[in-house]
């Protein structure tokens, strides 16, 4: 008893563990595309940064060389003027006014660095930069590196340029270095200067903007996305509430209803809701039938048993009774025994219809490979009920009005228990004075017909509908007495569907009713047809 406990007990405990931390699907959604909008934006704002950052340099790059390569080194700097005139170095060139924010420092050097010539100009906050305490040259080891003839190179004569960075007086200085190598007037390096303070302050800006919007567009997508998330998985929340009720209670009577949204007019939710709906019909129906047939079958099987048990507690309390009183007894209880039997062999065969239908829609067309000859099946038929026909006074004639070779791929057992089953059910309800006719016939589209029609009493329109539903009766003229289980056309039914087959009933109450059943042929080579 401990054992059992404890092996009920264990993949319990185990499907508990597998659980887990429960986060809701929505959430989790909304998680992931914020996750991903964070590495887009983080990606895009890198590059717009970066694209901002090269073009904003790019341009001040091409100042400073545009500045420089403006420099015309006139006369004021020639050896000749120098001599003559006594001038003295740095000179003061005229041009922008300074480094700070929009200005464009100059300072001309020699190839020994000394300064030749320089602007003046204030730096940002009041500090003065002139020609005595202004670096000479700005950027030592550009100049130097250009001397030797490195950096970026013009045809028109030898020079040699590059662009540096420095710090001075805690300003980033960007230096544009150029050394102008033609001997008129004098080999010399122009040095053109200004502060990147302008760029930094508009990239520091920028990154700000870039930071400020991807936070609110995160935070809008992480609401936005949630709300959305939580709206759609309402419907599946809906759904599962509906099956975990429907589970519970086996009310299959139930439905489930989404709202309608602006975002789910019509989509795979409702989609998947009707079809859910759509299940639950079906569910609902085959449930109702099997307790309509398990009411049925008990019904139809309590019957006999009843007449068995009172027949026989009849002899077991009456032992003494009279020989013709015995006798009756032992006869009902023998045709109770034989309804009971004929009632149970209908049940077996039509559950082996019902798992035969399941084969063929796993697996359709796979099921039979036998021929069978629709003909010979039909003679058979004829020939089994032709004792039948010869009593005109108790039956109706049976005649074959037509038949032809013709093959299907079946079973001939289960074909010929559909032909014995519509014509038995034939002589039940057609008078001695009337007519069973049998036919088969090929048609159009390899299709193979067998009609079985009768002159008997005929089927209400308001029963057709119903007759292959199993245990069911159209009027009490078709009634116990005539020996029926109410399985036979249900079993007819099923095995011509297993044949890929169709049935068809047309019937008018005092002329009779019309059986056509049809099936795909197989061709027949001229060798087999004779």
């Given at each position: 008893?401990?054992?059992?406990?404890?092996?009920?007990?264990?993949?319990?405990?185990?499907?508990?563990?597998?659980?887990?931390?429960?986060?809701?699907?929505?959430?989790?959604?909304?998680?992931?595309?914020?996750?991903?909008?964070?590495?887009?934006?983080?990606?895009?704002?890198?590059?717009?940064?970066?694209?901002?950052?090269?073009?904003?340099?790019?341009?001040?790059?091409?100042?400073?060389?545009?500045?420089?390569?403006?420099?015309?080194?006139?006369?004021?700097?020639?050896?000749?003027?120098?001599?003559?005139?006594?001038?003295?170095?740095?000179?003061?060139?005229?041009?922008?006014?300074?480094?700070?924010?929009?200005?464009?420092?100059?300072?001309?050097?020699?190839?020994?660095?000394?300064?030749?010539?320089?602007?003046?100009?204030?730096?940002?906050?009041?500090?003065?930069?002139?020609?005595?305490?202004?670096?000479?040259?700005?950027?030592?080891?550009?100049?130097?590196?250009?001397?030797?003839?490195?950096?970026?190179?013009?045809?028109?004569?030898?020079?040699?340029?590059?662009?540096?960075?420095?710090?001075?007086?805690?300003?980033?200085?960007?230096?544009?270095?150029?050394?102008?190598?033609?001997?008129?007037?004098?080999?010399?390096?122009?040095?053109?200067?200004?502060?990147?303070?302008?760029?930094?302050?508009?990239?520091?800006?920028?990154?700000?903007?870039?930071?400020?919007?991807?936070?609110?567009?995160?935070?809008?997508?992480?609401?936005?996305?949630?709300?959305?998330?939580?709206?759609?998985?309402?419907?599946?929340?809906?759904?599962?509430l509906a099956a975990q009720t429907i589970s519970v209670s086996s009310d299959f009577s139930k439905r489930v209803y989404l709202p309608n949204s602006f975002w789910r007019a019509r989509d795979e939710l409702s989609i998947l809701s009707e079809t859910f709906n759509q299940m639950l019909t079906n569910l609902e129906e085959a449930y109702l039938r099997q307790q309509r047939f398990v009411a049925d079958a008990s019904h139809e099987l309590r019957a006999p048993i009843t007449s068995i048990r009172c027949n026989l507690d009849l002899l077991n309390k009456a032992p003494d009774l009279p020989g013709e009183e015995i006798s009756a007894a032992l006869t009902d209880t023998q045709a109770e025994a034989e309804r009971l039997g004929r009632l149970v062999n209908d049940l077996l065969t039509l559950a082996r219809a019902d798992s035969t239908q399941q084969l063929l829609r796993e697996a359709p067309l796979t099921l039979y490979h036998t021929r069978i000859d629709?003909?010979?099946?039909?003679?058979?038929?004829?020939?089994?009920?032709?004792?039948?026909?010869?009593?005109?006074?108790?039956?109706?004639?049976?005649?074959?009005?037509?038949?032809?070779?013709?093959?299907?791929?079946?079973?001939?057992?289960?074909?010929?228990?559909?032909?014995?089953?519509?014509?038995?059910?034939?002589?039940?309800?057609?008078?001695?004075?009337?007519?069973?006719?049998?036919?088969?016939?090929?048609?159009?589209?390899?299709?193979?017909?067998?009609?079985?029609?009768?002159?008997?009493?005929?089927?209400?329109?308001?029963?057709?509908?119903?007759?292959?539903?199993?245990?069911?009766?159209?009027?009490?003229?078709?009634?116990?007495?005539?020996?029926?289980?109410?399985?036979?056309?249900?079993?007819?039914?099923?095995?011509?569907?297993?044949?890929?087959?169709?049935?068809?009933?047309?019937?008018?109450?005092?002329?009779?009713?019309?059986?056509?059943?049809?099936?795909?042929?197989?061709?027949?080579?001229?060798?087999?047809?004779?």
């Open positions: 008893m401990s054992t059992l406990s404890q092996r009920t007990i264990a993949p319990r405990d185990h499907s508990r563990t597998r659980r887990g931390l429960y986060i809701p699907l929505h959430l989790r959604l909304a998680c992931f595309y914020t996750l991903l909008l964070i590495g887009i934006f983080a990606f895009f704002g890198i590059y717009v940064y970066q694209q901002a950052r090269q073009q904003a340099y790019q341009e001040l790059d091409n100042a400073l060389s545009t500045r420089a390569a403006s420099i015309q080194l006139g006369k004021d700097l020639s050896p000749s003027y120098m001599s003559s005139e006594g001038t003295k170095y740095p000179l003061l060139l005229p041009g922008d006014n300074g480094i700070g924010i929009g200005g464009i420092s100059i300072e001309i050097l020699s190839t020994k660095l000394q300064l030749l010539a320089t602007t003046t100009g204030a730096l940002e906050g009041g500090t003065t930069i002139d020609h005595q305490s202004a670096p000479a040259p700005w950027d030592e080891k550009a100049a130097q590196t250009a001397l030797r003839g490195h950096g970026c190179h013009e045809s028109a004569v030898a020079s040699a340029c590059l662009f540096s960075t420095i710090t001075y007086k805690g300003w980033a200085i960007r230096v544009y270095t150029l050394f102008n190598g033609n001997p008129y007037p004098t080999p010399h390096i122009i040095q053109t200067a200004r502060s990147t303070d302008d760029i930094e302050q508009s990239l520091a800006h920028l990154r700000q903007l870039i930071l400020e919007v991807t936070l609110l567009a995160l935070l809008l997508a992480l609401i936005g996305g949630w709300l959305i998330a939580r709206g759609v998985l309402g419907a599946v929340r809906r759904l599962t629709l003909d010979s099946l039909l003679l058979d038929t004829l020939r089994l009920f032709r004792h039948r026909s010869e009593q005109t006074s108790i039956y109706p004639r049976l005649l074959l009005q037509h038949t032809e070779p013709i093959q299907i791929y079946g079973d001939a057992d289960q074909f010929k228990q559909v032909l014995v089953a519509l014509v038995d059910n034939a002589f039940k309800y057609t008078p001695p004075e009337g007519t069973i006719m049998l036919s088969l016939r090929s048609h159009e589209h390899r299709q193979a017909c067998i009609v079985i029609s009768d002159t008997g009493i005929g089927i209400p329109a308001e029963d057709l509908p119903h007759i292959f539903e199993r245990f069911y009766r159209a009027d009490p003229a078709r009634s116990r007495d005539r020996g029926g289980s109410g399985l036979g056309l249900a079993i007819v039914k099923r095995i011509v569907e297993n044949h890929q087959g169709n049935i068809q009933v047309e019937s008018t109450p005092g002329a009779g009713s019309n059986f056509k059943l049809c099936f795909p042929s197989v061709p027949i080579t001229p060798g087999e047809q004779a």
